[in-house]
C-alpha cells in the first residue's frame, strides 16, 4: 500500500485538531485590555499546544518521507499516535479553563506523555518494516531527544503535585527542545534523492 493516504488523513486529522484549538480561543466579554489579559492562561495553552501539535506534525511529515510502502502495523500505530493528538484540544482546555489546576495539568502531561510513547511506536513500526539500515533508522540513531522527552514529562508530571508551574516550565521546555528542527531525515532524504 502506499503512503498517500495516511499522509493525507494524518494531515486532516491535525488540522482539525488546530482547528478545534483555536475554537476555543472565545473573544473577551468587555472591550477593555484588562479583559483580554484575562484570556492569559487559554492563550498560553493554545500556544503551548499549537507548537506540540506542530512539532508532531512536522517530525511525522519528515518520518512519512522515508516510508516507501504502508503496512497495516504502520496504519494503527498512526492512528493510535492520532488518537493521543486528538485529547490536546481537550486537555489544553480544561487545563486553561482551570487556570492551570493540578489534576487538569496532570492529565495534560499525561496525554504529552502517551503521544510521545506512541509516536516512537510509530517509529519503532516504520523502522521494523523498513529494516535496520533503512533511512529512517539511520536518521534516527541514538534518538536522544526522543528518550529524554519520556523522562522529562513524567518528571513534569511529578513536579506538577508540588507546584504546576514547575510542570508548565518543563513542558514549555520539552517544546523548545523539539522547536529546534531535526535536520537528520531532511539531510538523508536529501542525500538518496541526489543519487
Same mark, same amino acid.
Given at each position: @500500500? $502506499? ?10 486529522? !491535525?488540522?482539525? !485538531?488546530?482547528?478545534? @484549538? ?7 466579554? %468587555? ?8 484570556? $492569559?492562561? *487559554? ?11 506542530? !512539532? ?15 503496512? %497495516? ?5 498512526? #492512528? ?12 489544553? &482546555?480544561? @487545563?486553561?479553563?482551570?487556570?492551570? &489546576? ?11 506523555? /502517551? ?6 511506536? /510509530? ?21 536522544? +531527544?526522543? +528518550? #529524554? ?10 513536579? $506538577? ?10 513542558? *514549555? /521546555? ?14 538523508? *532524504?536529501? $542525500?538518496?534523492?541526489?543519487?
Amino acid at each position: @500500500m $502506499g503512503k498517500g493516504r495516511l499522509e493525507a488523513f494524518s494531515d486532516g486529522v !491535525i488540522a482539525v !485538531i488546530i482547528t478545534i @484549538m483555536v475554537l476555543e480561543l472565545k473573544v473577551p466579554r %468587555g472591550s477593555q485590555l484588562a479583559d483580554l489579559i484575562q484570556l $492569559g492562561p *487559554v492563550f498560553f495553552s493554545y500556544i503551548l499546544s499549537f507548537v506540540y501539535v506542530g !512539532i508532531y506534525w512536522n517530525n511525522h511529515h519528515h518520518m512519512l518521507h522515508t516510508v516507501r510502502h504502508v503496512t %497495516g502495523g504502520i496504519l494503527w500505530a498512526n #492512528l493510535h499516535l492520532l488518537f493521543w493528538l486528538s485529547l490536546v484540544p481537550f486537555t489544553t &482546555a480544561w @487545563m486553561a479553563e482551570n487556570h492551570f &489546576a493540578t489534576w487538569p495539568t496532570f492529565v495534560y502531561g499525561l496525554v504529552l506523555l /502517551l503521544a510521545a510513547i506512541s509516536y516512537f511506536l /510509530l517509529q519503532t513500526c516504520v523502522i521494523r518494516t523498513h529494516g535496520a539500515g533503512s533511512l529512517l533508522a539511520k536518521a534516527v540513531g541514538v534518538d536522544l +531527544k526522543g +528518550k #529524554l522527552s519520556p523522562v522529562l514529562y513524567i518528571a513534569a508530571i511529578a513536579l $506538577g503535585f508540588a507546584d504546576t508551574r514547575l510542570a508548565l516550565a518543563v513542558y *514549555v /521546555l520539552v517544546a523548545l527542545i523539539w522547536l529546534i528542527p531535526d535536520r537528520r531525515i531532511e539531510k538523508l *532524504v536529501a $542525500g538518496t534523492e541526489g543519487e
